[in-house]
């Protein structure tokens, strides 16, 4: 009797363990890899032991480990090669390896130990995270109003989508919608009716609190070149109506003081007058606040050095490949660029570059920066196929213009710390940066075809 009592007594002692496995839950980004903790507790050695992991069914687990060794051959097919045991067995360290994460893997997983004489098991969950896309914005329009769209794929677990407008105020969307893919993972979209602005950003984002949250922003304007035309129209329409009565009034002598300054009644007045602005004509354009003034007077800027000051520049081809601009995208070096030779540190400079001579290109990108190219020092727009153009800024800005012209002018201007985009072929400004310019701060122009054809992108001579 004595001796079976010392016996169990001894048998209890060593046999009985418990399992630790800290939290119960674990975290892991989809494709990479995540240890799932589990411990014999207190420490012994755990060789001699079957360990098994397993989900739902016992009989096939996701790795058993049993005579010293792991059975490749049992198991779930679901992890064959991903499953492993990191621990130290020695010290009772049982913590199982999963690696390329898929959203399947998501679940309770039991960590089932057994020795000759005991077995313990414990629980704990897996759970797998995705960061999704930059959110791409897209305007319709939509009556007097436009429609922005956002949407944003690849999400796990489902992210929430926040419209915004530029004080940070929240917006009420029209819809958001969730929808799975078969992957899956969650994309998100959503969309807004806005009144057209010309400065006025609104922001879309997307993420969920425990990850990143990506966002990006539009300026809801009204097609750039109606209104540039339709302002154009007016401020023409307006310019005629004037010279007309001008005409008239000084056919009748109404008007002495204009008239001093030029020979009255002359032919040619009509177009000095266009040219100049007469007295009148001042006056009556004061009536015509029709034009966006920002990007007219930057068309007009632009139209006075695209004929003076043009820059010609050549490639530096020692540049050539170093993908900076594909930080920009999610392939690391979809925008393989190459840099000018030439480097500006002061006054204005402005350059064209051939961007799609066959109007029919799938990516560009486009701008300056400094050497050794950075993305901190990159100010360029970019246009993918299906994207639009866009800046390269973080959170990018998507550009509400016309997406294939044959030549972009750029306009670096020192003293206004301003680089601007026109669409030469229109006649339009695109967009304008602000630029955190130094005194020793020097700036080459980058341009990159993208690899989304093999239509160049060249400097224009
Ligand atoms: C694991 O998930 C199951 C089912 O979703 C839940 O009942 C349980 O409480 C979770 N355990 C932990 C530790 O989070
Ligand atoms: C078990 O091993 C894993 C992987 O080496 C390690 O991350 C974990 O901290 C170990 N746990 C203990 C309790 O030592
Ligand atoms: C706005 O655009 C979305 C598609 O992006 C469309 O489903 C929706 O009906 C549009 N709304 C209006 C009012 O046009």
Redesign the pocket.
Same mark, same amino acid.
């Given at each position: 009797m004595f001796l079976i009592w010392i016996a169990s007594v001894f048998a209890c002692s060593t046999a009985d363990f418990t399992l630790l496995v800290p939290d119960g839950s674990v975290s892991a980004q989809l494709g990479s890899s995540a240890v799932m903790p589990c411990g014999v507790s207190p420490p012994s050695n755990a060789e001699t032991f079957e360990v098994r992991w397993y989900r739902n069914s016992y009989n096939s687990p996701v790795l058993l480990y049993k005579d010293l060794k792991v059975e490749e051959s049992i198991g779930d097919s679901q992890y064959r090669g991903r499953a492993s045991l990191v621990g130290d067995l020695q010290k009772g360290n049982v913590s199982l390896k999963l690696m390329n994460i898929v959203v399947a893997d998501m679940g309770t997983y039991v960590c089932y130990v057994k020795s000759v004489t005991w077995y313990e098991q414990a629980g704990l969950n897996l759970t797998v995270k995705a960061l999704g896309s930059s959110p791409l914005l897209s305007l $319709?329009e $939509?009556g007097d109003q436009l429609?922005v769209?956002c949407a944003s794929d690849g999400w796990l677990p489902k992210p929430t989508l926040t419209w915004r407008d530029k004080e940070g105020n929240k917006l009420t969307p029209n819809h958001i919608i969730y929808r799975h893919d078969s992957e899956g993972l969650v994309s998100v979209s959503s969309?807004l009716?806005v009144s057209p602005s010309e400065s006025e950003w609104i922001s879309c984002s997307v993420g969920s609190s425990d990850q990143e949250i990506k966002e990006a922003r539009v300026i809801p304007y009204k097609g750039i070149w109606r209104d540039a035309f339709v302002s154009t129209l007016v401020l023409s329409l307006i310019i005629i109506i004037t010279l007309t009565v001008l005409l008239l009034l000084i056919r009748q002598g109404l008007l002495p003081h204009c008239s001093s300054r030029k020979n009255a009644g002359a032919a040619d007045d009509f177009h000095e007058s266009t040219k100049e602005e007469t007295c009148p004509l001042k006056g009556s354009s004061t009536e015509s606040p029709v034009a966006p003034v920002n990007a007219e007077e930057r068309v007009k800027t632009w139209n006075k050095l695209k004929t003076q000051k043009k820059v010609k520049l050549t490639v530096d081809p020692t540049t050539l490949h170093e993908p900076i601009c594909g930080q920009l995208n999610r392939t690391e070096d979809s925008f393989p660029q190459v840099l000018s030779k030439e480097g500006f540190s002061s006054g204005q400079k402005y350059w064209e570059v051939l961007v799609d001579q066959k109007k029919s290109k799938k990516s560009w990108c486009v701008g300056v920066t400094q050497k050794p190219p950075s993305k901190k020092t990159l100010t360029a727009l970019c246009y993918e196929e299906g994207s639009g153009i866009y800046t390269s800024t973080n959170p990018r800005t998507t550009i509400p213009a016309e997406e294939h012209f044959t030549t972009l002018g750029l306009l670096l201007d020192f003293q206004h710390k301003t680089l601007s985009f026109y669409n030469v072929d229109k006649g339009a400004h695109l967009h304008t940066f602000k630029m955190k310019i130094t005194s020793k701060s020097k700036y080459f122009a980058v341009i990159s075809p993208g690899t989304k054809d093999t239509f160049p992108v060249s400097f224009h001579k």
């Amino acid at each position: 009797m004595f001796l079976i009592w010392i016996a169990s007594v001894f048998a209890c002692s060593t046999a009985d363990f418990t399992l630790l496995v800290p939290d119960g839950s674990v975290s892991a980004q989809l494709g990479s890899s995540a240890v799932m903790p589990c411990g014999v507790s207190p420490p012994s050695n755990a060789e001699t032991f079957e360990v098994r992991w397993y989900r739902n069914s016992y009989n096939s687990p996701v790795l058993l480990y049993k005579d010293l060794k792991v059975e490749e051959s049992i198991g779930d097919s679901q992890y064959r090669g991903r499953a492993s045991l990191v621990g130290d067995l020695q010290k009772g360290n049982v913590s199982l390896k999963l690696m390329n994460i898929v959203v399947a893997d998501m679940g309770t997983y039991v960590c089932y130990v057994k020795s000759v004489t005991w077995y313990e098991q414990a629980g704990l969950n897996l759970t797998v995270k995705a960061l999704g896309s930059s959110p791409l914005l897209s305007l $319709a329009e $939509a009556g007097d109003q436009l429609n922005v769209t956002c949407a944003s794929d690849g999400w796990l677990p489902k992210p929430t989508l926040t419209w915004r407008d530029k004080e940070g105020n929240k917006l009420t969307p029209n819809h958001i919608i969730y929808r799975h893919d078969s992957e899956g993972l969650v994309s998100v979209s959503s969309w807004l009716l806005v009144s057209p602005s010309e400065s006025e950003w609104i922001s879309c984002s997307v993420g969920s609190s425990d990850q990143e949250i990506k966002e990006a922003r539009v300026i809801p304007y009204k097609g750039i070149w109606r209104d540039a035309f339709v302002s154009t129209l007016v401020l023409s329409l307006i310019i005629i109506i004037t010279l007309t009565v001008l005409l008239l009034l000084i056919r009748q002598g109404l008007l002495p003081h204009c008239s001093s300054r030029k020979n009255a009644g002359a032919a040619d007045d009509f177009h000095e007058s266009t040219k100049e602005e007469t007295c009148p004509l001042k006056g009556s354009s004061t009536e015509s606040p029709v034009a966006p003034v920002n990007a007219e007077e930057r068309v007009k800027t632009w139209n006075k050095l695209k004929t003076q000051k043009k820059v010609k520049l050549t490639v530096d081809p020692t540049t050539l490949h170093e993908p900076i601009c594909g930080q920009l995208n999610r392939t690391e070096d979809s925008f393989p660029q190459v840099l000018s030779k030439e480097g500006f540190s002061s006054g204005q400079k402005y350059w064209e570059v051939l961007v799609d001579q066959k109007k029919s290109k799938k990516s560009w990108c486009v701008g300056v920066t400094q050497k050794p190219p950075s993305k901190k020092t990159l100010t360029a727009l970019c246009y993918e196929e299906g994207s639009g153009i866009y800046t390269s800024t973080n959170p990018r800005t998507t550009i509400p213009a016309e997406e294939h012209f044959t030549t972009l002018g750029l306009l670096l201007d020192f003293q206004h710390k301003t680089l601007s985009f026109y669409n030469v072929d229109k006649g339009a400004h695109l967009h304008t940066f602000k630029m955190k310019i130094t005194s020793k701060s020097k700036y080459f122009a980058v341009i990159s075809p993208g690899t989304k054809d093999t239509f160049p992108v060249s400097f224009h001579k």
